[in-house]
């Protein structure tokens, strides 16, 4: 985190800056592997975090359910449009996601950060 952006956020006094790492990511934000969401609890809300191997289980199932040539990613520009078969046949793309996954399998670093930073519950 930039120094003016930190120096910004601790002036706001409201808590202290949450910093995490995302120069592992492919575009570097980290909406790509985590997002809050609403929750009608003690919190308020709930953190959701990427699972590559979540998805990759769900485009597995579909190509096993005959959708394998289904185009993903219809309606975006710039964006290669690539079949679920093309993505699980990309080995380059499943070792970064493997990669990805390490520090978000289990109690990684980052959860643990999560939880106590937040106070957070499974």
């Not at 570097?28 to 809300?45: C, I, N, Q, T």
């Not at 485009?59 to 309606?75: D, P, S, V």
Request: aromatic share 10%; with cysteine.
């Amino acid at each position: 985190m930039a120094k003016a952006v930190r120096d910004f956020l601790v002036a706001q006094k409201v808590q202290a800056p949450v910093e995490l790492f995302s120069d592992w990511l492919y575009v570097g934000h980290v909406d790509e592997f985590l997002s809050f969401v609403p929750a009608p609890d003690r919190k308020g809300f709930r953190l959701l975090l990427a699972s590559p191997s979540a998805c990759y289980q769900l485009l597995k199932e579909k190509q096993e359910e005959g959708f394998g040539e289904a185009t993903m990613f219809q309606g975006l520009d710039r964006v290669p449009k690539q079949t679920i078969n093309e993505i699980l046949a990309n080995e380059e793309l499943r070792k970064f996601n493997d990669y990805a996954q390490l520090p978000l399998a289990g109690m990684s670093p980052l959860q643990t950060h999560w939880k106590t930073t937040l106070d957070l519950k499974n």
